[in-house]
């Protein structure tokens, strides 16, 4: 789900703008009564674990769909936050998580789902909040894309890394299944915009609804898979959960700060950070971990969508010195 009207007022947002903001604002509606189904009847969505994977890939190449090649231009013409951005994406998530497990002393599985949250890529909703928030969503979309592009490489090996202290991780295993269910699908998504323009851009109000979908089905297979520990585990994973997410949006602001840039990119920053891809780390933790491992995951797709809108509605009110492209 991304958005790149920065010259529109809300007045007269497109239509795949309007369209990504009210499911943006229904998306932890849905999910929670998605995990509430799913939590009241594990064993009718239990199948639903098998096609995970699938899903996802329908989540990436949705994204894909969204993207251009201009998204990707200012990699060479702003490279600087850009760099600094994914830098504090794969520095400051995948640490909190390791330091989050340790401070609450998480079980195993727990801290395996925690710190596998930490190393996935940035969320698909942060370019929809960066811009709500009155970012630089051209600057979200180029990190977001370049997170992405880097998580079959970067995911599994920080994993590997900080998460095998607790349990066995294959990061071969894992970068492939990275490669398969992001990174083709994404390429195929940008391929199908490339060479059907024009059949893309009147399906692109219709694909924050498909990714919204998709990704509550996500969780509601993953919390049928781990109904029996939600009740023992699920209020130290959701205290986990906003510890993970509140320091990020916190010292990804921070960051920017402390590198001189301005408050736009700072704000894009903060959302950039502290959004992940939960979706993606709660089916890797499934097929990887097990299930009890990937409720983190779960959680963070609703906390963060809930977060993250609060912090664009007090992001809006504060004012900003440079001026708003």
Known sequence: ????????????????????????????????????????????????????????????????????????????????????????????????????????????????????????????SSNVVTYLAKGDTALSVAMTSVSTLLAPLLTPVLTLWLAGQYLPVDGAGMALSILQIVLLPVAAGLLVRLFLPRLVTRALPALPWISVITITLVVVAVVSGSADSIVDAGLLVLLAVVLHNGLGYAIGYTFGRLTGQPERVRRTMSVEVGMQNSGLAAGLAAQYFSPLAALPGAVFSVWHNVSGAVLAAYLRRRPIDEPVS
């Open 1 to 124: 789900m991304s958005t790149r009207e920065s010259t529109t007022t809300d007045s007269t947002l497109s239509a795949e703008d309007r369209s990504s903001r009210i499911a943006v604002t229904l998306f932890p509606v849905l999910i929670l009564v998605g995990a509430a189904v799913a939590f009241a009847a594990p064993a009718t969505f239990t199948p639903l674990g098998e096609i995970i994977s699938p899903l996802l890939g329908i989540i990436m190449f949705g994204m894909g769909l969204t993207l251009t090649l201009p998204d990707f231009k200012l990699v060479a013409t702003r490279p600087l936050p850009v760099l600094l951005g994914v830098l504090a994406q794969y520095a400051v998530m995948p640490l909190l998580g390791l330091g989050i497990a340790f401070a609450l002393q998480l079980p195993a599985d727990l801290a395996a789902g925690v710190i596998l949250v930490g190393c996935a890529p940035g969320g698909t």
